[in-house]
């Protein structure tokens, strides 16, 4: 597994995936966080910040039995990263956290969701009855 990444490199490479993930016309980016319990110090865990782009532009072959098949081709493309928060660092990262993000939203389209919107609009339990 990758070592960490310090938090300044984190935010960096977060910035290059959202852009990269942006200009394509799809793609996700997944990213989560839970706290540390082995690195209690003081009375606040450290919290693990993890980003990865899903694996969304790999072909999934199957095999004969139906299941996905794992390919060197599809690890290859599967981008993860993360980074450890101390405790005390907590609130000035999740500012410059919050601006990543917000900046790497600015590229994303709103979904259409007209055709959902005409089909069941109006019609309720009670009037199908």
């Known amino acids: 597994m990758a070592p960490h990444l310090l938090n300044d490199e984190f935010f960096s490479s977060l910035t290059d995936l959202l852009s990269k993930t942006s200009q ?3 793609g996700s980016v997944f990213l989560t966080q839970k706290p540390l319990i082995s ?3 003081s009375g606040q865990p450290s919290i693990l910040i993890r980003a990865s782009n899903g694996n969304t532009d790999a ?3 199957k095999n004969k039995d139906g299941k996905i098949a794992k390919t060197k081709a599809s690890k290859a493309s599967k981008v993860k990263f993360s980074t ?3 405790a005390d660092e907590l609130e000035a990262f999740y500012t410059r956290y919050a601006e990543v993000c917000k900046a790497g939203m600015t590229g ?3 979904r259409d969701r007209s055709k959902r ?3 069941g609009k109006g019609v309720s339990k009670a009037t199908k009855a």
């Open 84 to 86: 450890v928060v101390a």
């Open 108 to 110: 994303l389209k709103k």
């Open 39 to 41: 690195g209690i110090t």
């Open 117 to 119: 919107k005409g089909k």
């Open 24 to 26: 394509k016309s799809r």
């Open 59 to 61: 072909k999934r072959p």
